[in-house]
């Protein structure tokens, strides 16, 4: 619940509260337990309620209608600006009875494998807090990519070209790229970094180790060179 | 996973396997444990993997793009029809390492409460699944697309890993990579890299090069070598 932003928990007959067990699972959210209302009945528990939901992997043939949880979520979160919302789940071993559903309005499933359809209660009520969660913030869609600290702007085409210009010079000093049958060496490098968008600082770590190899080439050039003039013709 | 009609299970050095506490809480779902895959490393978890997602709360410096679980989910069903995917997800206590994200082309995050944002791994995975779900069944996910004429496969993960030890090979011989002081350069290149998604061709063309680089000192520097042995002292 806490991780979703949710913080009013309603138990019904626990069978041990507080539960120094369930204190120390709760870790940090260890608040949400101490502020939890505890009631004698189901009644007690959504007096003030207007609208009641129900969690149910089972179909009830008597139930309410029934929604898929992400239906659900834009439902409850639309009247909860209203009105008194609560979310009935049942216990983990025995769910909830059909009694305590036909209480509530609507049914909620979770749609899942029909051979194996039963989430933990734990597992589902996460899963309908992150549905909420997900409806209430709909009206600022979550963020696609979350700015990287150390990216830096793209470069601009200038740079990006004396890039391409410089990798060709290394392709052909290090004798990869024949001048004379350039195949599609270049074309199918360009596609390569034109679809990664090269950030100006990843040209300067690119063309930082392309100045490094062609300044060891260079110097070992050099001296290769010294070494055949001075060397027994 | 079962719940959401996922069955592939792969296990990076486990405490402890099998586990007759994992048997007994799997319930029904331990088929999916008994075909679980055991694997010693990482690189071996991953080894055929083409696109590789890890889950993290925690926001990297260095890591690759973050997307929100939702947006994930689309992405991965859409590959899913054509390669193999992969999600990652780290220990209960630890989490990822900063290197294990770094094996990935994108992180994934799950939108939650900015002041208790990070959940059970079990819920995490929980979530993640139903996403998976929902996007492969309900509706048409968007299609990746991809069309260009001479685009060739998305190298598996082992491959674009060895590139990483070939590029790292010639960043230090070339004298541009001091492997005292390696900053963050390497973890920079495998964000652009990630980011582009490496085809096989490509790697083959930069691994060309960096052989012919390679190649090129070493001629050279058996060369210098001999000049120095013969020249004066």
């Not at 070209?161 to 290090?174: A, D, G, I, K, T």
Request: aromatic share 6%.
């Amino acid at each position: 619940m806490k991780t979703m932003g949710l913080s009013r928990l309603v138990l019904v007959n626990p069978k041990c509260f507080p539960d120094p067990q369930a204190v120390a699972r709760a870790a940090d959210a260890d608040d949400i337990l101490a502020q939890a209302l505890v009631c004698g009945s189901l009644d007690e528990a959504l007096a003030g309620a207007i609208h009641v939901y129900a969690l149910s992997a089972r179909h009830r043939n008597l139930g309410p209608s029934a929604l898929p949880a992400r239906a659900a979520a834009t439902e409850i979160v639309a009247h909860a600006g209203e009105a008194e919302v609560a979310l009935l789940f049942g216990n983990e071993t025995a769910g909830l009875s059909n009694a305590e559903v036909q209480r509530c309005q609507r049914t909620v499933f979770i749609p899942a494998n029909p051979d194996y359809s039963s989430l933990n209660l734990a597992s589902a009520v996460q899963l309908l807090c992150y549905e909420l969660r997900l409806a209430a913030f709909d009206g600022q869609p979550p963020v696609v990519t979350r700015a990287v600290a150390f990216a830096s702007p793209l470069a601009p085409h200038q740079d990006v070209e004396r890039f391409y210009q410089h990798l060709e010079r290394v392709m052909v000093s290090s004798g990869f790229l024949d001048p004379q049958r350039p195949r599609r060496l270049l074309a199918k490098l360009r596609r390569l970094f034109g679809r990664a968008e090269l950030e100006g600082d990843e040209i300067n770590i690119l063309r930082g180790l392309l100045d490094a190899v062609e300044r060891k080439l260079a110097r070992q050039g050099a001296i290769t060179e010294r070494a055949e003039n001075s060397g027994p013709k």
